[in-house]
């Protein structure tokens, strides 16, 4: 199977999650497409894991991927399943104030954050910026950092919390600062490795 066979699949699933997203009205129905649309564009990401990473069925860091992959199938299986059967799902996620979206933001961030250096080469996961993905070296600097920020950034996102801040401020500049910090050092060793061009 070409390259292009398989991006094709996903990009389609994704741009049609995006789409509904925004067009659609936050009924059962809509829900329910959105839901089987991400586990279906996960499913295709998780069955194309090896092409993607272009390594071998075996290799460990393909069962990484995957096993992130899965990760997210069970998680938003399991969230849409909460939204379509407790009546108050949706009331409950929104409400910030308990800080229950809060708490899985930092648990999703703790598993990526843990995955992330173990994550191969490859263009459709992890911090995909326009330098990491040209270089592999860019790829592990920026993957490795993402890695060592996560647990101190959680640490301090959490402690913003306990102490009063806003649920919403605490988790906006928690993950920018989180993805920033290896983004830009990343693409300061990629301008470096290029030679300054």
């Not at 839901?35 to 990473?53: C, K, Q, S």
């Not at 401020?169 to 600062?177: E, F, N, Q, R, S």
Request: aromatic letters at 14%; glycine letters at 6%; a positive charge.
């Amino acid at each position: 199977m070409k390259k292009t066979t398989i991006i094709w699949p996903i990009t389609l699933l994704s741009v049609a999650i995006i789409a509904l997203s925004f067009i659609q009205e936050k009924s059962q129905s809509s829900i329910i497409l959105i839901g089987v649309a991400v586990i279906i564009a996960l499913g295709l990401l998780d069955i194309f894991t090896p092409r993607i990473a272009k390594l071998s069925e075996t290799n460990p860091k393909v069962k990484t991927m995957r096993r992130l992959n899965r990760f997210f199938i069970l998680f938003f299986a399991a969230l849409f399943t909460f939204i379509l059967w407790y009546p108050k799902a949706q009331l409950l996620l929104s409400n910030n104030d308990r800080g229950i979206t809060f708490i899985v933001v930092l648990v999703i961030m703790g598993i990526i954050g843990n995955t992330s250096p173990k994550l191969p080469f490859n263009r459709y996961m992890g911090l995909r910026l326009p330098w990491t993905i040209r270089d592999e070296e860019t790829w592990r600097v920026a993957h490795r950092w993402l890695g060592y920020l996560t647990f101190p950034i959680i640490i301090i996102m959490l402690t913003a919390f306990l102490l009063g801040v806003k649920v919403n401020d605490v988790a906006t500049y928690g993950i920018i600062t989180w993805i920033a910090i290896p983004g830009i050092y990343s693409g300061w060793i990629y301008y470096k490795r290029m030679g300054g061009k």
